[in-house]
């Protein structure tokens, strides 16, 4: 029997590979091209301590490390800590935003909410410098000083008048005039009608030889309560209007307008709109 001697020929180790750590080998043979071993390939099931790894504690803010529980400025604070629950009183921030500064700020300087039971440092004397009034002053001012206005629309739809009759029209924007019945407009207080405005649009014919009057008047009219404005032309647009009325009103009076029209030619498609001026 002839022997033989067998023997396995390795090649030429590879380069070292550069850094710190454990190189690769594969069945007790150096991984050509030679690496380091990495986080990838370390099995799951590896039972590697923790004081096998290098971790940081307690680093500075914005580094990812492990904190400690405790009170220091770069640890963790538990879940049961009390100052998480705990009453505290808060701390003084600056001038204006201190809690504990009462009526010391000027009027208007302070862009900070104000606490509830704060006092403004300047007099409540009158209107005239914004919102340092007191509500006495305020409700003298409404009841003696100056009274409001508000308006109230008036007008009616289109229609074609008749030659010298007369027709009514109010506050039903959308009707034709006619009967008083539908026309009247009651105020939800007393007031004082100040001033009203009528304005005619003829959009069909214009008319001629006309004589045109409006009358506002109270209650259904009569001696002492009826204002009445006259126009006499053929122009296809026209206003009555006053401005120095005095017309009281309570809340169980009403007012209206009433239309009287004589011409030789009829206009037709006439549009009536406008408003009064009521005083609180």
Not at 100 to 117: E, K, L, M, N, Q
Request: proline share 4%.
């Amino acid at each position: 029997m002839a022997w033989s001697k067998q023997a396995t020929i390795l090649g030429p180790p590879g380069p070292a590979p550069s850094g710190t750590g454990l190189v690769k080998t594969a069945a007790g043979i150096l991984v050509n091209p030679a690496a380091l071993l990495v986080n990838a390939d370390v099995d799951n099931a590896a039972a590697i301590a923790e004081s096998k790894l290098t971790l940081a504690s307690d680093a500075a803010a914005g580094t990812a490390s492990r904190r400690t529980l405790g009170t220091a400025a770069t640890a963790a604070c538990a879940g049961n800590d009390a100052r998480l629950t705990n009453a505290r009183t808060p701390l003084v921030n600056d001038a204006e935003g201190d809690p504990a500064a009462i009526g010391t700020a000027a009027d208007g300087t302070s862009v900070y909410a104000a606490r509830r039971d704060h006092v403004h440092a300047g007099d409540h004397v009158n209107l005239a410098s914004k919102g340092t009034n007191t509500h006495a002053q305020i409700d003298t001012h409404l009841s003696t000083g100056a009274k409001h206005l508000y308006s109230i629309p008036v007008g009616a739809a289109m229609y074609s008048p008749l030659d010298n009759s007369y027709v009514y029209f109010g506050g039903m924007l959308a009707l034709v005039p006619g009967a008083r019945a539908n026309s009247a407009i009651y105020l939800s207080s007393a007031g004082v009608i100040k001033e009203a405005c009528i304005k005619w649009v003829s959009t069909g014919v214009a008319g001629s030889g006309e004589s045109i009057s409006v009358v506002l008047g109270r209650n259904g009219g009569g001696v002492g309560d009826v204002w009445s404005w006259s126009v006499a032309n053929t122009d296809a647009v026209k206003y009555f209007r006053s401005a120095v009325l005095n017309v009281a009103l309570t809340t169980s009076d009403y007012f209206d307008f009433t239309i009287w029209c004589s011409w030789a030619t009829n206009p037709t498609n006439v549009y009536l709109s406008g408003y009064v001026l009521v005083q609180a």
